[in-house]
């Protein structure tokens, strides 16, 4: 089953205190770090990770930020919220895809609800991104032990 994590990214940049501090710096930097902050959720467990952002342009634009078109940034069109195209992408997937969908936004959460996917409140899926990261950095520091470990001469003695 195919998974996606659809995130409403100006919503939970509003509801988490250390954006929502710095929210002057602009949508577009904060976007950038919230991604990277989301990141172990695609990279260590394969999630398809797009964060949707309000208007930007006259077109709906996706900035892929892998080959595999797996994580990306995406900007509504000027004058049209985030939550239509969230809506509208809830709507289109199929059955064979496992969705969650991040955002405080009630009508988002209803249509999530009402297409099968899990809503997520932001601060849970910052939460379990760095549960994930640490889950990751767990087992990249007992591989680099463990072959550290395994490193070295067996032949030697033997002869």
Do not use: Y
């Not at 501090?21 to 990279?43: A, V």
């Not at 195209?85 to 064979?96: A, C, F, K, N, P």
């Amino acid at each position: 089953m195919k998974q996606l994590i659809l995130v409403d990214a100006c919503n939970v940049l509003h509801a988490v205190a250390p954006f929502k501090e710095r929210l002057g710096e602009g949508m577009d930097l904060l976007s950038e770090e919230l991604l990277e902050r989301l990141r172990p959720l695609h990279d260590a467990d394969h999630w398809e990770l797009h964060l949707v952002i309000d208007g930007k342009g006259n077109r709906l634009e996706q900035q892929f930020i892998d080959r595999t078109r797996t994580l990306s940034l995406v900007f509504s069109p000027a004058g049209q919220p985030a939550d239509v195209v969230i809506e509208s992408w809830l709507i289109r997937l199929g059955l064979d895809w496992k969705v969650k969908v991040a955002t405080n936004d009630r009508a988002i959460t209803h249509t999530a609800l009402a297409q099968g996917a899990e809503p997520l409140r932001p601060r849970d899926l910052l939460q379990w991104a760095e549960e994930v990261r640490q889950r990751a950095t767990r087992l990249n520091r007992n591989q680099v032990n463990f072959s550290s470990d395994d490193f070295g001469n067996k032949l030697e003695g033997l002869f």
